[in-house]
């Protein structure tokens, strides 16, 4: 309870959602950059001679199906493991797609993030990743506090520090929740854009994680 002279802290709700994206956004884009494994596609193994000159055409150079991959820290500690049942590898636009995905990733923090969907997209250059088909991101903190971002498509831009959901998104934290009929959150700029319909549901007189010191 507020004592004489002092003033409750109220924080508007779209500054309540800046401020949870502002903190979990990093990681989330750190564990969705684990889903570039680039180096599969690129030391698999090729074709050995001069290719026969044909027209491009959007057809897999490379797959794998039923994969598990772990990647480790230099103390040989796991911090993140992606599966799917089938990935493919498009030369002519260089994409990664996996198909039933799956990613657990863990912080230096010790917060664990784990991302599904039906299907992944990269870009073989590592700027941009797209979870796409029911796509849902659950990071977990080191002390229990959950945060929980759904949507039919989420996109991570990498190198600008930008997540995008051009569908329906829903964020959670405890009992509060914010959906919207589309969000773009730059976090380099500090920006963030609520479209369509926005609706919000804040837990009463408890501080979501992301704003307590």
Do not use: C
């Amino acid at each position: 309870m507020a004592g004489p002279g002092q003033r409750r802290r109220v924080v508007h709700w779209p500054t309540r959602l800046k401020g949870l994206l502002a903190t979990y956004l990093p990681l989330l884009m750190m564990a969705l950059l684990a889903l570039g494994t680039w180096w599969l596609v690129k030391n698999a193994p090729k074709p050995v001679g001069p290719a026969a000159e044909k027209a491009v055409r959007h057809e897999p150079d490379y797959t794998m199906a039923t994969f598990s991959i772990e990647r480790f820290d230099a103390q040989g500690r796991p911090i993140a493991r992606l599966m799917g049942e089938q990935l493919r590898h498009y030369p002519d636009t260089d994409e990664i797609e996996i198909d039933i995905v799956q990613l657990i990733a863990t912080g230096e923090d010790g917060r664990v993030t784990h991302a599904t969907a039906r299907r992944a997209v990269a870009l073989g250059d590592g700027t941009q990743v797209r979870l796409e088909g029911g796509a849902k991101v659950v990071s977990t903190g080191a002390e229990g506090d959950v945060v929980q971002i759904e949507g039919d498509r989420l996109i991570a831009y990498l190198k600008e520090r930008r997540m995008v959901a051009d569908k329906p998104v829903r964020v959670r934290q405890g009992q509060s929740e914010f959906q919207a009929d589309a969000l773009d959150f730059d976090q380099t700029q500090g920006q963030l854009l609520l479209q369509g319909r926005v609706q919000a549901r804040l837990q009463p007189n408890v501080a979501p994680a992301f704003l307590k010191p």
